[in-house]
T-cell receptor, first 112, second 115 residues
């Protein structure tokens, strides 16, 4: 039972570099989302998807892109990393209605 | 839009003592309510949820929570805590009949259980 798998676990980037955070789930969940967690600020929704080919913005989408070509995968792209994007990123999935979220173990990103 | 306020950012408590973590929410429509727990260096796990029915819900690890619609609260309780309950706890709310994945989270409460 893999659940929600995120890679990498840790990443250090220089300002201006790009990278993709990977997220995969094996539960056939329609819904997938990306959150960032910053100290004292809880979790803030970046982008989400309700199915393959459908994505939408959350609370803090600027600086991030997503796509959903398959049910299983939902990568998060940083096109030009900034120090303000230093955070812990969580991917989560769930069924569309009434369900709680299943979270990955997070990616700790540092931008210098 | 809905919002969640966790009234205590840190709660220290001694082992075997009772604990209450407080959560208030604001919404103009009916909501679903959740508590999640996050252990160090891990993702969040569902502790319990309120969707409908009985206002007292029981979760894993001996935790329970009571939904109070008039006070718009969903406080989490445990009668006797263990060292292993040390973690961060998040209250979350989502609007009725929408995807719970669009939940709004509180800022979290760090529970520290001391021997």
């Amino acid at each position: 039972n893999a659940g929600v798998t995120q890679t990498p676990k840790f990443q250090v980037l220089k300002t201006g570099q790009s990278m993709t955070l990977q997220c995969a789930q094996d539960m056939n969940h329609e819904y997938m989302s990306w959150y960032r967690q910053d100290p004292g600020m809880g979790l803030r929704l970046i982008h989400y998807s309700v199915g393959a080919g459908i994505t939408d913005q959350g609370e803090v989408p600027n600086g991030y892109n997503v796509s959903r070509s398959t049910t299983e995968d939902f990568p998060l792209r940083l096109l030009s990393a900034a120090p303000s994007q230093t955070s812990v990123y969580f991917c989560a999935s769930g069924t569309v209605k009434n369900s709680p979220l299943h979270f990955g173990n997070g990616t700790r990103l540092t931008v210098t | 839009a809905q919002s969640v306020t966790q009234l205590d950012s840190q709660v220290p408590v001694f082992e075997e003592a009772p604990v209450e973590l407080r959560c208030n929410y604001s919404s103009s429509v009916s909501v679903y309510l959740f508590w999640y727990v996050q252990y160090p260096n891990q993702g969040l796990q569902l502790l319990l949820k309120y969707l409908s029915g009985s206002t007292l819900v029981k979760g894993i690890n001996g935790f329970e929570a009571e939904f109070n619609k008039s006070q718009t609260s969903f406080h989490l309780r445990k009668p006797s805590v263990h060292i292993s309950d040390t973690a961060e706890y998040f209250c979350a709310v989502s609007v009725y009949n929408t995807n719970a994945g669009k939940s709004t989270f509180g800022d979290g409460t760090t529970l520290t259980v001391k021997p």
